[in-house]
């Protein structure tokens, strides 16, 4: 029986496709010899699926409804076109996908897409990669530079508070900025936020801005404080 798939990602090469299924299964499309090749089966539903471009796109990251973080390999195939175990995981993601931050995972909700992001520093001309998640009220990002063996778990995460009812300028649109005049803040391998509500996308405009989209409250229906039957003596 065929489970519904819960993802579809082309890479922007087009070299590959990813499409995964809610019973964890994710398989490569290969466009170079039209083969599809069965990658991993995860034991969760994959929530989202984005191709790595800092390796040129031939490795993606997946994460799960309960916020594991994999890398895969997608050069890890043998000559029968079968993934081979050994080389599948990448070594970003044999140090810390067991090591994610618990402030991390600690996050409400699943996440709703991931999407990656390469920057230069201005000052020290060095190049920083990032991984992006967002969920429901929150961003956060990973340090995934070069093949880095950042342990992430020295994290810290950011919690602000808006204002008293709780909505931004209806004028203007988040933006985020990826170059921090923080050097600190730059060089963090993992950074989450609070600071946003009913979120309903985040992506890049640049490689140093991203776009964040709310639901305005207004749209939001909500119930009286107190909705209580009435009761006719």
């Known amino acids: 029986i065929e489970s519904n798939y819960s993802n579809l990602e082309i890479s922007k090469n087009g070299k590959y496709g990813i499409i995964s299924k809610f019973n964890g299964l994710i398989k490569l499309v290969n466009f170079k010899n039209n083969k599809l090749i069965r990658l991993i089966k995860l034991n969760e539903i994959p929530t989202s699926i984005c191709f790595n471009s800092n390796s040129n ?12 973080i994999l890398e895969i390999n997608l050069n890890s195939n043998d ?9 599948l995981i990448t070594s970003w993601s044999k140090i ?30 060095s ?4 991984l992006w998640c ?8 990973f340090d995934i530079t070069g093949a880095t063996n950042t342990n ?9 508070k808006r204002t008293r009812n709780g909505s931004m300028s209806k004028t203007e649109t988040p933006i985020i900025s990826s170059n921090s ?8 391998s993992f950074w989450s936020t609070k600071k946003y509500k009913n979120l309903l996308y985040v992506n890049k405009i640049s490689n140093d801005e991203l776009v964040v989209v709310e639901r305005p409250i207004s749209d939001i229906n909500t119930t009286p404080a107190f909705n209580l039957s009435k009761i006719n003596l």
């Not at 000559?79 to 080389?87: F, I, L």
């Not at 967002?134 to 990002?141: L, P, T, Y």
Request: aromatic share 12%.
């Open 127 to 130: 190049e920083k990669s990032r």
């Open 57 to 68: 796109e031939d490795s993606i990251f997946v994460i799960s409804f309960n916020k594991k």
């Open 79 to 87: 000559e029968n076109n079968n993934s081979s175990n050994g080389n």
């Open 96 to 125: 810390n996908s067991n090591n994610l931050p618990q402030s991390f995972i600690n996050l409400s909700g699943q996440c709703y897409k991931m999407f990656t992001t390469n920057t230069i520093d201005e000052e020290t001309k």
């Open 181 to 188: 005049s923080n050097p600190d803040e730059f060089s963090k």
């Open 152 to 160: 992430i778990t020295t994290a810290t995460t950011t919690t602000k």
């Open 134 to 141: 967002f969920g429901h009220d929150w961003v956060a990002f």
